[in-house]
């Protein structure tokens, strides 16, 4: 059952909004949308252009990705598989490339968020750190290193 009051619009209609998406894209479920996109949004810099309590339109470099809340995937396949799951994301790395590093460490840490590797240099070429959010999701800021 969604929990969206009905006087909230998103700014486009649902099929307008999937008949739009190109390339590559995810979608993450989670317990709480509010939540999940303060860490997107003040952790990680994202763009939120729709957010609720059911469901958030994300973007990040010109990439759009989505949070559907638990409650709105009754129906779907998807939810017994993260039913009382504790980390969601295990094994699985939500990269950001062009995020400073530095800075959603910083942000991070400042908000309670768990940095589960701190900043560095790696021999890949990337300066980046890995963070969880509340759900179990490691997102992985990085920029390319300088030299």
């Known amino acids: ?12 209609s649902p099929d307008a909004y999937g ?10 479920l989670v317990r709480d949308v509010p939540r999940a996109v303060r860490f ?6 994202v763009t939120s252009f729709h957010d609720d309590d059911d469901f958030a339109a994300l973007r990040w ?7 559907h809340a638990d409650h709105t995937y009754r ?13 969601r994301g295990a094994g699985i790395e939500l990269r ?12 991070a840490r400042q908000l309670g968020f768990t940095v589960l590797a701190g ?8 300066r980046e750190c890995v963070i969880l959010d509340d759900e179990g999701y490691a997102w992985v800021p990085s920029v390319a290193t300088k030299g």
């Open 61 to 67: 470099n010109g990439a759009d990705f989505m949070f």
């Open 119 to 126: 900043t560095l240099d790696k021999p890949h070429g990337l």
């Open 1 to 12: 059952m969604k929990k969206r009051p009905p006087d909230v619009v998103p700014p486009v």
């Open 96 to 107: 950001l490339y062009g995020c400073d590093p530095d800075v959603a460490e910083a942000k």
């Open 75 to 87: 129906g779907n396949p998807l939810s017994g598989v993260v039913a009382g799951l504790e980390g």
């Open 19 to 28: 008949k739009a998406l190109r390339g590559i894209g995810f979608n993450l």
């Open 40 to 45: 997107a949004t003040e952790v990680l810099g």
